[in-house]
């Protein structure tokens, strides 16, 4: 089980911007595909965006196209989701995950390994 640490969360107003950042463990990253979920105050989790192995492919939720993006440096170990133009409504816990064998379902359903969680918190 790959172990994996979120840092990067915090408070900003609307309209700014925030980069989450996810460290793994292990020799065996590039192996895994990577993906984000949230989860807002009183409601389900949430799928926000996913990455191949290689990075090359990548997909996101519409609520946060074009305005998130998800990347990953194998050399480093770790995948990044850079948030612009925030809203309020992107205020939630936001988890890392990983996947051993093809892309992580939207669901979640598949996800090998969790982060903690990071609270990433909007203000209007």
């Known amino acids: 089980q790959v172990q994996l640490v979120e840092s990067g969360g915090g408070l900003v107003q609307a309209g700014g911007s925030l980069r989450l950042s996810c460290a793994a463990s292990?020799?065996?990253?590039?192996?895994?595909?990577m993906g984000w979920f949230r989860q807002a105050p009183g409601k389900e989790r949430e799928f926000v965006a996913r990455?191949?192995?290689?990075?090359?492919?990548?997909y996101y939720a519409d609520s946060v196209k074009g305005r998130f993006t998800i990347s990953r440096d194998n050399a480093k170990n770790t995948v990044t989701l850079q948030m612009n133009s925030l809203k309020p409504e992107d205020t939630a816990v936001y988890y890392c995950?990983?996947?051993?064998?093809?892309?992580?379902?939207?669901?979640?359903?598949?996800?090998?390994?969790w982060g903690q969680g990071t609270q990433v918190t909007v203000s209007s």
């Open positions: 995950a990983a996947n051993s064998d093809g892309y992580i379902s939207l669901a979640g359903a598949n996800v090998a390994s």
């Open positions: 292990g020799r065996t990253f590039s192996r895994y595909t």
């Open positions: 990455i191949s192995q290689s990075g090359g492919s990548t």
